[in-house]
């Protein structure tokens, strides 16, 4: 399975970006997603995780209510809408892939795949 991020960038505070995740490789579509962020100078943090079935969906606290994960199967493609956007949330954005059929979990040690990252920068 491999994951790659994208969409990242530099916005000002209060505005919008969305950030998409590709992944390929067996059975993309039939795994628990995930994003994750980690900010300058501090440990990667859970974000938001969807179950394979896409019934469960977890978020973190933080973003609650401004955050939207999605999620496209016939594109194999999972989204993560990002609105109201604070300067608390600027940070390298990661999408994580757990095993097939699997359920939303928040720690990163259920995740076995990775993709590479991608900027999101929030300015004041």
């Known amino acids: 399975v491999q994951l790659q991020a994208s969409g990242g960038g530099l916005v000002q505070a209060g505005g919008s970006l969305r950030l998409s995740c590709a992944i390929s490789g067996r059975s993309a579509g039939n795994r628990a997603m995930g994003w994750f962020r980690q900010a300058p100078g501090k440990e990667r943090e859970f974000v938001v995780a969807i179950s394979w079935n896409d019934d469960s969906i977890n978020y973190a606290d933080s973003v609650k209510g401004r955050f939207t994960i999605s999620r496209d199967k016939a594109k194999n493609a999972v989204y993560l809408q990002m609105n109201n956007l604070k300067p608390e949330d600027t940070a390298v954005y990661f999408c994580?892939?757990?095993?097939?059929?699997?359920?939303?979990?928040?720690?990163?040690?259920?995740?076995?795949?990775w993709g590479q990252g991608t900027l999101v920068t929030v300015s004041s």
């Open positions: 994580a892939s757990r095993k097939l059929y699997s359920s939303a979990r928040y720690s990163q040690e259920d995740y076995a795949y």
